[in-house]
């Protein structure tokens, strides 16, 4: 059965809220009522773990942990675990302070916590309890890293003392003694999130929304995940990368990117059956009902960069895991509901796999207008297994694409979407959700038709990014209305269990 859906991406750093963050308190499940209300059945969030250098949430420490900065403090205050006086704060309204904000929330953190080891119930230490043995894959070498982390700021893990670095049996047993008390710290936060996201996602369930998550194809090098297994990452003999990730010099880049990750030992990762490919997925899927898997190309072939390297400019293409990976996921998992992220520069060979594996690619309508009618991200030419976006986080909003377009581009727009004078926007939106594609989704900011000094990302710049919010006075009344309709006549909606290769 042919299952059309829309939906919107929005962070949940960027819902309103008092405490200086969007969290997964009561304007997440306002939110929720709006989509419901809006005719959408899908939520697409970035990724939900914790963020990393410049805020982004695709570096961050842990790719199986939670934010701690969405954790809501109206439940830990509820709960008589925070006083209430200690959350009167004022932060801007409409952006994220990260460096105001976050050394606050984690102080809120830690206070919780202690209000959690004097007064929690029995039943609180239990649930816990529960939750924390059901997390062992990941929970303890990620408590451990980031007391470790923290011990020994502003260093590297490579950097910290050779046996820790390493990993010495005796070492790491001494430092969980000592820092008994801080990886209690960690597993609280982490059992807050979790705790609280499902909370979140089973009322979005109730209200006929499916939670879209995002899957970073790399890990971040200083992060729980290559400490704790060295052996799967191309490295040195002292943890350092000898190669890292990033995509070859093109149209837009002389000198490609150079991202940084280290990149995966799939030689290794292949004798267990890609057992922590297992894992990792199998934790995004309790998470979300839906992944976005970000770079797929680098599943059937990826650049190599050594890692001396300043630029991306003297990489190679080494081949990836490819159906063997996709493959041994599936019989471990069952039928994988995956959005393969194929932007870019694909080859025969990346368009192979993602049809072998069933997986709609992407299509987004602001990269449709700069050649002619044969352009594949023109409606006309998308095929049903398709999920399209007027615009991801790394685009502009449509007002500001519109402002910066060629003449060409404009002019073809006009034609194309017979715009006489009508709103761009959703004009692009209309096309979007008319379109043969099973899934539509936007960006929130172009529901709200907000203009390019909203974005959310700017990729290739390292400032100023991740940061944005909104407040509900700008979502105006008739906007829900607007988009109900054109959902409705475009006949995306309904609420069943998604099957994105039916």
Sequence with gaps: MDLRRAGVVLHPTSLPGPHGSGDLGPNAYYFVDWLNKAGQTLWQTL??????????PYMGSSVFAGNPMLVAFEPLADRGWLVAESLQV??????????????WRMARLREAFSGFVARATPQDHE??????????????????????????A??????????????????????????????????????????????LKSYAHSKGVLM??????FVAHHGADCWARPDLYLLDASGQPRVVAGVPPDFFSSTG??????????ETMQTDGYLWWVERVRRQLALADVIRIDHFRGFMDYWEIPADE??????RWQNGPGDALFDALTQALGPLPIIAEDLGIITEAVVRLRERTGFPGMRVLQFAFSGDAHHPFL????????????????????LGWWDSCSDHERAFVQRYLDLEGADVTWALLRAASMSVARLSLCQFQDILELGTEHRMNVPGTTSGCWTWRFSWDWVAPQASVKLAHITAASARVGFERLDLAA
């Design 47 to 56: 990724p939900l773990g914790p963020v990393g250098p410049g805020f982004s």
């Design 90 to 103: 004022t932060f801007d309204d409409v952006k994220v302070d990260y460096p105001e904000v976050l050394p």
């Design 310 to 315: 300043p630029t991306a400019v003297k990489g």
């Design 154 to 199: 502003p260093l590297l893990w490579p950097q910290w003392p050779s046996p820790l670095a390493q990993r010495e049996p005796q070492a790491l047993a001494n430092a969980r003694l000592e820092f008994a008390n801080e990886l209690a710290f960690w597993r609280f936060v982490q059992w807050q999130f979790d705790s609280q996201w499902q909370a």
């Design 257 to 266: 990117q150079r991202w940084g990750n280290p990149l995966y030992n799939w």
């Design 212 to 217: 879209v998550g995002d899957l970073p194809i």
């Design 379 to 398: 409606p006309h030419n998308f095929e049903p297994n398709t999920v399209v976006y007027t615009g991801t986080h790394d685009n502009d909003t449509v």
């Design 127 to 152: 649930a816990q309890a529960q939750w924390i043995a059901s997390q062992q894959v990941w929970l303890e070498d990620y408590a451990l890293f980031m007391a470790l982390d923290q011990a020994h």
